[in-house]
């Protein structure tokens, strides 16, 4: 029997086997568990209420998360109304704790679960309580916009009540609108036309109609005066647009019959055949003032230097800042910033358009009374008394909680 045995082992070793009892060690050292099994991660407390001061139609969502042996990829948003099957609404990364359903629907109840994906596999949470997103009428993070409107229209109708009243309400002086009348004065002197080039923009730009409303006020002295009044346009809308406000101009000084439309004319669209046609005229016409009151670009120089060589008095603006320059260093004067816009109340002294004019300026002074307070809190106010809890410190804060 042993001779038996040691041939059998022979046979299988020269076959390339091993022997049953080795075999039978390997099958059981591979069927054998690990010692240690990796832990995930956990969500854990998903809580969903509603996003405050909106027009609804958002949650929010915010979890905890218990750390496991392997790091979070990812989290996955589901969500999910009474009878329906959850779906993926939205991704959060590993380090956010909160997520913000923009997609709900008003008046829907929903409950949300969190997964969290990892290399080795995910975990979901337990469903949140459900929750509904509610439209609040009244958005709390915009009251310090509703007082600030509150008391800048309050000031305008205050200084509209006074000029109705017939208060001496101050503007400064602007010199550019000051000279109209002396221009025209001496144009008619010089029995030479007066040249009024609106720009080169259609009447729905602000520019534009700002420079129309001065028109007005420069025909109706031309008017008194009998002085020919030019104004080339660039578009056709601009030109019926002036010559009904010529028109008029003439008609409330009782000069309808020195009226002739067609020195209210259309030139051309085109830029600079637009320049051209208004740099012949400066030159054939010679005319005394030239007022340039509109939207201008690229010609503003062109113009400007041509009114400039013929010795004519100038009277420029635009809001193109950055066509301002070459008007200061050309014309004699030039509206800077809003003055062209301020000008209609400037000449006119019309009590509303004056009112809002005082209301806008007391607004814009406290609107740099503002930044100029916020600039000294964010700059000092640390420094003056940073005692915790201070009656200072407490002052501090507060107002920089109301910048913020």
């Known amino acids: 029997m042993a001779v038996l045995a040691l041939l059998t082992l022979g046979v299988l070793a020269a076959c390339g086997g091993d022997a049953p009892a080795q075999d039978g060690l390997a099958r059981m050292e591979l069927a054998s568990p690990p010692d240690t099994a990796l832990v995930l991660p956990t969500v854990c407390e998903v809580t969903v209420s509603d996003v405050p001061d909106d027009a609804g139609g958002a949650l929010l969502v915010e979890w905890d998360l218990v750390p496991g042996q392997q790091e979070v990829s990812l989290f996955e948003i589901l969500r999910f109304a009474p009878g329906e099957e959850p779906g993926v609404v939205g991704s959060a990364l590993p380090g956010e704790r909160e997520f913000t359903d923009g997609e709900a629907t008003s008046g829907v109840s929903y409950q949300y679960v969190v997964r969290a994906v990892t290399a080795g596999g995910s975990t979901e949470s337990p469903?949140?309580?459900?929750?509904?997103?509610?439209?609040?009428?009244?958005?709390?993070?915009?009251?310090?916009?509703?007082?600030?409107?509150?008391?800048?229209?309050?000031?305008?109708?205050?200084?509209?009540?006074?000029?109705?009243?017939?208060?001496?309400?101050?503007?400064?002086?602007?010199?550019?609108?000051?000279?109209?009348?002396?221009?025209?004065?001496?144009?008619?002197?010089?029995?030479?036309?007066?040249?009024?080039?609106?720009?080169?923009?259609?009447?729905?730009?602000?520019?534009?109609?700002?420079?129309?409303?001065?028109?007005?006020?420069?025909?109706?002295?031309?008017?008194?005066?009998?002085?020919?009044?030019?104004?080339?346009?660039?578009?056709?809308?601009?030109?019926?647009t002036a010559q009904e406000i010529v028109r008029q101009s003439y008609t409330?000084?009782?000069?309808?019959?020195?009226?002739?439309?067609?020195?209210?004319?259309?030139?051309?669209?085109?830029?600079?055949?637009y320049?051209?046609?208004?740099?012949?005229?400066?030159?054939?016409?010679?005319?005394?003032?030239?007022?340039?009151?509109?939207?201008?670009?690229?010609?503003?120089?062109?113009?400007?230097?041509?009114?400039?060589?013929?010795?004519?008095?100038?009277?420029?603006?635009?809001?193109?800042t950055s066509q301002l320059p070459f008007f200061v260093a050309a014309c004699d004067y030039t509206l800077i910033g809003e003055e062209i816009f301020a000008a209609s109340s400037y000449l006119s002294r019309e009590p509303v358009m004056l009112g809002s004019l005082k209301g806008q300026d007391l607004a814009k002074f406290a609107i740099v009374c503002f930044i100029l307070l916020a600039f000294v809190v964010g700059t000092i106010g640390y420094t003056i008394d940073s005692g915790a809890g201070s009656p200072m410190a407490q002052v501090f804060e507060a107002i920089r909680a109301w910048f913020n």
């Not at 009251?143 to 000029?163: E, Q």
Request: aromatic content about 8%; some cysteine.
């Open 127 to 240: 469903a949140s309580l459900a929750c509904s997103p509610v439209a609040q009428w009244f958005a709390r993070g915009r009251l310090p916009t509703l007082i600030m409107a509150a008391l800048f229209s309050t000031a305008v109708l205050w200084f509209v009540r006074k000029a109705k009243a017939g208060a001496d309400l101050f503007i400064r002086k602007i010199p550019g609108l000051d000279a109209v009348d002396d221009a025209v004065g001496r144009a008619t002197e010089m029995g030479r036309p007066v040249l009024y080039v609106p720009g080169i923009e259609t009447v729905s730009e602000v520019g534009t109609l700002a420079a129309l409303t001065i028109l007005g006020h420069v025909a109706k002295r031309v008017a008194e005066h009998g002085t020919p009044l030019d104004v080339p346009c660039a578009d056709p809308i601009v030109m019926t």
């Open 275 to 320: 320049t051209a046609g208004v740099d012949g005229m400066m030159v054939r016409d010679r005319p005394t003032a030239v007022f340039l009151l509109g939207t201008f670009y690229a010609e503003s120089l062109i113009m400007a230097e041509t009114g400039h060589s013929i010795g004519a008095i100038q009277i420029a603006g635009t809001k193109e």
């Open 252 to 273: 409330e000084v009782g000069r309808l019959e020195s009226y002739d439309p067609s020195r209210v004319a259309y030139l051309t669209y085109d830029q600079f055949g």
